[in-house]
């Protein structure tokens, strides 16, 4: 009789020598078992059978792995229901959700742009959660125009004869020039052929818009001759492009709106201003040069003026067109605008961040995007003291926190070369590196997003807000005992 081999066994291309008795995948639950089970019962109210018996299966194929690699999981019911609640929970958060901004970046692009004030949150929810007049005119009783309810304000606030909104300000654009420039010329200086985040290319939405693209001039300077040298008869408009996130230095020169308003009108012809940002408030008083007003594109002759609601305006993602009443009547009647009009929810928000305005007094502290733009470094210190003393309460004595001076930005294409002054928390973590930490921070719930300068990984305190400070301390402790685990 030969000399027995231990028993052999294969599973998934791994091969293990030992005994039978070593393999305990067969004490993983039946799944009818697991879907029986009282705990999974709140869990398929919430997510559903379907959802909670496909997670549960790979919970269980995961377990079969874990076994597989001779490791000893804990195959527990307590234990696997937990795995599959986590689970769940954990795709549940996968797509759109809350993050904190302490990045610095006032209207960061990514995180979404400008932060809603709260009685635009407040208008949002009654909107949202019920019916509204949106195209119903209450006092004739019959069908209305959404665009009425902000037309008024927005020619209240910037002294335009008329306006519209529409999804963005890339759109705005691209109504505007296929409804007044189509198989037309429209002549832009080459300073401003820009592109802008998304590849956005002034060129190609030109091209788009079935407008014929007339360059003048050359990258760093543009002059009035310029202009006037290249109309046409084929010629519809001059358009001014705000350069966004692009800013030249140096030997440059660049044709004012009023001297571009005088070609234009003296031959006929339409100006027209991308201004991009879109900013209804002088932010020079507070000491931010460099970005002129919608009031004053509109008073120094411009015809049309399209910018982002969402940007230094501080409102939803929205694209506002205000200029002349019968340029803007041949918007509305454009087949386009169906295609690119806001819903109700844009228009509750923008309404709402419009009316702040009336009140200049109060703007500053209603409208968080400005307040965070215009805060003083006396303001901001005082914060960060706050700020910190609360973490120092929240936090284990291991985390260390201390402040440094630095810089914020407007961010959102706007204002390019404006540094505002600041105060960093430098959060530090024994034995965890900067880039180390930047990762978990932006795994924890909510997820934080910072800054890593000179190895050292930075909350800057213009963009936190102090209701968060609790958050924040949760969320780095979270990534403590990801860090030890």
């Known amino acids: ?3 027995r081999l231990p028993w052999l066994h294969v599973d998934s291309g791994i091969r293990v020598m030992g005994t039978k008795q070593n393999d305990n995948r067969s004490s993983l639950p039946k799944m009818d078992l697991l879907l029986a089970l009282p705990e999974i019962l709140p869990l398929m109210e919430r997510f559903g059978r379907q959802q909670v018996r496909a997670t549960a299966r790979a919970v269980l194929d995961q377990l079969r792995e874990i076994i597989a690699r001779q490791q000893q999981p804990d195959l527990s019911l307590p234990a696997i229901t937990k795995m599959i609640g986590q689970r769940l929970q954990k795709e ?3 797509g759109l959700k809350k993050v904190i901004n302490a990045s610095g970046v006032v209207i960061h692009t990514n995180l979404g742009r400008s932060p809603l004030p709260d009685s635009a949150r407040e208008r949002l929810l009654q909107t949202a959660w019920g019916y509204s007049n949106l195209e119903f005119d209450l006092q004739r009783g019959e069908r209305g125009e959404r665009y009425s309810h902000v037309d008024d304000l927005i020619c209240e606030l910037t002294g335009a004869e008329a306006a519209l909104v529409v999804n963005n300000n890339a759109a705005a654009v691209l109504l505007c020039l296929t409804a007044l420039a189509a198989q037309r010329e ?7 052929l820009v592109e802008i985040g998304g590849s956005f290319r002034i060129p190609e939405v030109m091209r788009q818009g079935g407008a014929m693209l007339v360059e003048v001039g050359t990258t760093n300077r543009t002059h009035a001759r310029d202009y006037s040298q290249a109309i046409t008869e084929q010629t519809a408009m001059l358009m001014k492009v705000h350069t966004s996130n692009f800013a030249q230095v140096g030997f440059t020169a660049e044709t004012d709106v009023e001297e571009l308003a005088g070609i234009a009108h003296g031959a006929g012809l339409l100006l027209y201003v991308d201004a991009g940002s879109g900013c209804l408030l002088d932010l020079e008083q507070y000491g931010i040069a460099g970005e002129a007003t919608i009031q004053s594109y509109l008073k120094r002759g411009a015809d049309l003026v399209s910018f982002s609601g969402d940007k230094l305006l501080g409102g939803p993602q929205a694209g506002i067109i205000a200029g002349r009443q019968g340029l ?3 918007l509305k009647k454009h087949q386009l605008l169906r295609a690119l009009r806001i819903d109700k929810l844009t228009l509750a928000a923008l309404q709402e961040t419009l009316l702040l305005y009336r009140d200049p007094q109060k703007l500053l502290a209603t409208v968080p995007t400005l307040r965070m733009l215009t805060i003083s470094l006396a303001e901001i210190e005082q914060k960060a003291e706050r700020i910190m003393q609360e973490l120092r309460k929240l936090l284990p004595d291991q985390i260390e926190l201390k402040l440094q001076d630095g810089n914020s930005a407007p961010g959102g294409g706007s204002l390019p070369l404006i ?3 600041t105060r960093l928390i430098e959060l530090h973590i024994p034995s965890v590196t900067a880039s180390r930490l930047e990762v978990l921070l932006r795994n924890t719930s909510p997820p934080v997003v910072g800054r890593i300068r000179n190895d050292c990984f930075l909350l800057d305190v213009r963009t936190l807000a102090e209701a968060e400070t609790p958050l ?13 685990g």
């Open 1 to 3: 009789m030969g000399r």
């Open 92 to 94: 549940s958060e996968s």
């Open 186 to 192: 429209v002549i832009v200086s080459r300073g401003e």
């Open 328 to 330: 803007i009547n041949q």
């Open 419 to 421: 540094q505002l002054p």
């Open 472 to 484: 924040l301390a949760a969320a780095i402790k979270q990534a403590l005992e990801a860090a030890n």
